[in-house]
């Protein structure tokens, strides 16, 4: 990704001066180098007038029965 369309903003603040590409994703390494996603780092849903992280969210979902993956 080279950069944000028409938004020179957003792109000065996730893509560094050496082109890398930061997601706003949390993530951790095991020893096989393999990575698991954590959360989203300031993801934030607005419903019904009130804030939300997107991770909380999931979370509260991923506790149903009936819910495989989030």
Request: aromatic content about 8%; proline content about 3%; charged content about 30%.
């Given at each position: 990704?080279l950069?944000?369309?028409?938004?020179?903003?957003l792109?000065?603040?996730?893509?560094?001066?050496d082109?890398?590409?930061?997601?706003?994703?949390?993530?951790?390494?095991?020893?096989?180098?393999?990575?698991?996603?954590?959360?989203?780092?300031?993801?934030?849903?607005?419903?019904?007038?009130?804030?939300?992280?997107?991770?909380?969210?999931?979370?509260?979902?991923?506790?149903?029965?009936?819910?495989?993956?989030?």
């Amino acid at each position: 990704m080279l950069r944000y369309h028409r938004d020179p903003e957003l792109t000065a603040q996730r893509i560094d001066a050496d082109g890398w590409f930061s997601s706003g994703d949390q993530v951790v390494a095991d020893e096989a180098g393999r990575l698991r996603f954590r959360t989203r780092l300031g993801d934030v849903l607005k419903i019904g007038g009130e804030n939300l992280a997107a991770a909380e969210l999931e979370g509260f979902l991923s506790e149903h029965p009936a819910v495989g993956i989030v």
